[in-house]
């Protein structure tokens, strides 16, 4: 080769190689780049056709990537070319004959004028990526530094292939952990630098009543717009304080947080966390967000309960105590009648306690997932609600009690024992919460396919602000006459779970005329 033709070829090769840099650095996809590399590869040897083929990281095999100068519906005549003779660093010559044996028997099959093939490895570093097969047809021949002059554009597709796989793993982390944000059960919020919205997911866009696409792009302080604040500092004020300092922890908020387009408020809990680089300059703020409201409704209630069940104890206990001291005194003669008044007192408030303490167990074994049913299949309900009534009939002086049931109303299957505590609950209430006296009707009715029995009473109502805790776990009715009567507030709780493992339901309505009505089904099988 002389040296004007040795120039001539250098020129030509730098001027693919450009075109080829060109379409690298352009938006075009592997396939489309990899043709091109070939096309280029081919017409810079004056071949006649090429074929790439690429192994998959994933499974052992080869695949073909880009093909030029055969017919598509020619390629898989070319498997055992492709698939046959592999490929062994440093041991290529030896393979050129059988590579070309298995062309020679492919161009017989399909009629192509091909009579030679360069295999050439697509290496980056030390890893082999996939091979470039070029063929020759005709009169002409490879020289023997075909395989030299074709080594920079091998370079170049292994150096495609591995930046568009690099770019897949990448979309693919991204993609990833953009899924992991979205569908957290916690809020995730990223800010910028400037504390503009990056990220808003779709718990976040649930507790805060914010469009995911209408909170990003807005100000931290325009989004997030505090009602009441628990914690010392909104994120804005502690950032002008010179958060965060090096090795600061990270900013806990808290506060009731005005929800979007309602008149109400929730209790959220904001831990921010800033990013910093490698010189100590933050980049992002990533916000943990929790709703708290549930929480800090049952942290309330607790104490209630701890409250309420230390007076429930005290007052028996006193009452016990007191009486027993006074039929002890040494100095006392006391009579038949007053003996009698005084033990039977006693006994009647050791049956609250041992009320109390039931219900206390009831709850316990409820939580510990332990609550179970004796069931009976002979239950007569009107027998039950008419021995309830005649129970709490003398206890009062200023309420009519009156039953309301059909002559053939069914026997059921059930717990004898929990369904009468549920009817000893619901007739209490209708007491407790009718101070004033009235009528209580105890009703029962019958469905095709249930049962159902009602306590009515014309007592204060519920108000709707507190109907969704009526069920709740230690909860009673905010207002004056509950905190003067007694209560735990495990009655409707353990009387909505003791019909709920009956296959039942309860539930309540305020009266037209005054009063609440509380029913409960029973399945009649």
Same mark, same amino acid.
């Given at each position: 080769?002389?040296?004007?033709?040795?120039?001539?070829?250098?020129?030509?090769? %730098?001027?693919?190689?450009?075109?080829?840099? %060109?379409?690298?650095?352009?938006?075009?996809?592997?396939?489309?780049?990899?043709?091109?590399?070939?096309?280029? /590869?081919?017409?810079?040897?004056?071949?006649?056709?090429? #074929? #790439?083929?690429?192994?998959?990281?994933?499974?052992?095999?080869?695949?073909?990537?880009?093909?030029?100068?055969?017919?598509?519906?020619?390629?898989?005549?070319?498997?055992?070319?492709?698939?046959?003779?592999?490929?062994?660093?440093?041991?290529?010559?030896?393979?050129?004959?059988?590579?070309?044996?298995?062309?020679?028997?492919?161009?017989?099959?399909?009629?192509?004028?091909?009579?030679?093939?360069?295999?050439?490895?697509?290496?980056?570093?030390?890893?082999?990526?996939?091979?470039?097969?070029?063929?020759?047809?005709?009169?002409?021949?490879?020289?023997?530094?075909?395989?030299?002059?074709?080594?920079?554009?091998?370079?170049?597709?292994?150096?495609?292939?591995?930046?568009?796989?690099?770019?897949?793993?990448?979309?693919?982390?991204?993609?990833?952990?953009?899924?992991?944000?979205?569908?957290?059960?916690?809020?995730?919020?990223?800010?910028? *630098?400037?504390?503009?919205?990056?990220?808003?997911?779709?718990?976040?866009?649930?507790?805060?009543?914010?469009?995911?696409?209408?909170?990003?792009?807005?100000?931290?302080?325009?989004?997030?717009?505090?009602?009441?604040?628990?914690?010392?500092?909104?994120?804005?004020?502690?950032?002008?304080?010179?958060?965060?300092?090096?090795? /600061?922890?990270?900013?806990?908020?808290?506060?009731?947080?005005?929800?979007?387009?309602?008149?109400?408020?929730?209790?959220?809990?904001?831990?921010?966390?800033?990013?910093?680089?490698?010189?100590? %300059?933050?980049?992002?703020?990533?916000?943990?967000?929790?709703?708290?409201?549930?929480?800090?409704?049952?942290?309330?209630?607790?104490?209630?309960?701890? +409250?309420?069940?230390?007076?429930?104890?005290?007052?028996?206990?006193?009452?016990?105590?007191?009486?027993?001291?006074?039929?002890?005194?040494?100095?006392?003669?006391?009579?038949?009648?007053?003996?009698?008044? +005084?033990?039977?007192?006693?006994?009647?408030?050791?049956? +609250?306690?041992?009320?109390?303490?039931?219900?206390?167990?009831?709850?316990?074994?409820?939580?510990?997932?332990?609550?179970?049913?004796?069931?009976?299949? *002979?239950?007569?309900?009107?027998?039950?609600?008419?021995?309830?009534?005649?129970?709490?009939?003398?206890?009062?002086?200023?309420?009519?009690?009156?039953?309301?049931?059909?002559?053939?109303?069914?026997?059921?299957?059930?717990?004898?024992?929990?369904?009468?505590?549920?009817?000893?609950?619901?007739?209490?209430? /209708?007491?407790?919460?009718?101070?004033?006296?009235?009528?209580?009707?105890?009703?029962?009715?019958?469905?095709?396919?249930?049962?159902?029995? +009602?306590?009515?009473?014309?007592?204060?109502?519920?108000?709707?602000?507190?109907?969704?805790?009526?069920?709740?776990?230690?909860?009673?009715?905010?207002?004056?006459?509950?905190?003067?009567?007694?209560?735990?507030?495990?009655?409707?709780?353990?009387?909505?779970?003791?019909?709920?493992?009956?296959?039942?339901?309860?539930?309540?309505? !305020?009266?037209? !005329?005054?009063?609440?009505?509380?029913?409960?089904?029973?399945?009649?099988?």
């Amino acid at each position: 080769m002389s040296t004007r033709s040795l120039v001539d070829i250098r020129i030509l090769q %730098r001027e693919y190689l450009l075109a080829i840099s %060109r379409a690298l650095t352009a938006e075009l996809d592997l396939p489309d780049l990899l043709r091109i590399i070939l096309q280029s /590869a081919v017409e810079f040897v004056g071949g006649r056709a090429g #074929i #790439i083929v690429l192994a998959d990281p994933h499974i052992e095999t080869l695949r073909v990537a880009a093909v030029y100068g055969i017919p598509p519906h020619m390629v898989n005549y070319f498997e055992p070319l492709l698939r046959g003779v592999p490929y062994i660093s440093g041991r290529e010559q030896d393979a050129l004959p059988e590579l070309n044996r298995h062309l020679m028997e492919i161009a017989k099959k399909v009629d192509l004028d091909l009579n030679q093939v360069v295999r050439l490895p697509m290496g980056y570093g030390n890893e082999v990526i996939g091979l470039i097969y070029m063929f020759q047809s005709g009169n002409s021949h490879f020289g023997q530094d075909t395989a030299v002059l074709l080594s920079s554009f091998a370079q170049q597709a292994a150096i495609a292939v591995k930046n568009a796989r690099l770019y897949s793993q990448v979309q693919q982390e991204k993609q990833r952990l953009s899924a992991i944000l979205e569908q957290s059960a916690d809020g995730v919020m990223i800010l910028d *630098e400037q504390l503009a919205i990056t990220v808003f997911n779709r718990a976040l866009s649930n507790m805060t009543n914010w469009k995911s696409a209408d909170a990003i792009g807005q100000q931290h302080e325009d989004v997030m717009v505090w009602q009441a604040l628990k914690s010392e500092m909104t994120l804005e004020q502690a950032l002008d304080d010179g958060w965060p300092l090096p090795g /600061a922890a990270h900013l806990y908020v808290e506060g009731e947080f005005a929800l979007r387009g309602k008149n109400n408020h929730i209790m959220l809990g904001i831990t921010y966390a800033p990013l910093l680089d490698d010189n100590g %300059r933050m980049t992002n703020i990533i916000a943990n967000i929790r709703d708290l409201t549930r929480y800090r409704e049952e942290e309330q209630l607790q104490k209630t309960f701890i +409250s309420v069940v230390s007076h429930e104890l005290k007052t028996p206990v006193s009452i016990i105590k007191g009486y027993a001291g006074t039929l002890r005194r040494q100095d006392a003669h006391w009579s038949p009648e007053i003996l009698d008044e +005084s033990l039977a007192i006693i006994e009647e408030e050791a049956d +609250s306690l041992t009320d109390l303490i039931d219900n206390l167990l009831e709850a316990s074994r409820l939580q510990a997932g332990t609550f179970s049913l004796e069931l009976s299949e *002979e239950v007569m309900l009107d027998r039950l609600v008419t021995a309830v009534m005649r129970k709490f009939n003398p206890q009062s002086d200023n309420h009519t009690f009156t039953l309301d049931f059909p002559d053939d109303f069914p026997a059921v299957w059930g717990d004898e024992r929990r369904l009468t505590q549920v009817l000893n609950n619901l007739v209490s209430n /209708a007491i407790k919460y009718s101070p004033d006296g009235g009528l209580i009707t105890l009703s029962g009715r019958i469905h095709p396919d249930h049962v159902t029995i +009602s306590v009515t009473d014309e007592g204060i109502g519920i108000p709707e602000h507190q109907r969704h805790r009526i069920f709740q776990q230690f909860s009673r009715l905010d207002n004056a006459l509950s905190r003067q009567t007694e209560g735990t507030g495990l009655g409707l709780f353990l009387s909505k779970s003791i019909v709920e493992a009956h296959n039942g339901r309860i539930w309540f309505n !305020n009266n037209e !005329n005054g009063g609440t009505t509380f029913t409960f089904s029973l399945p009649k099988e």
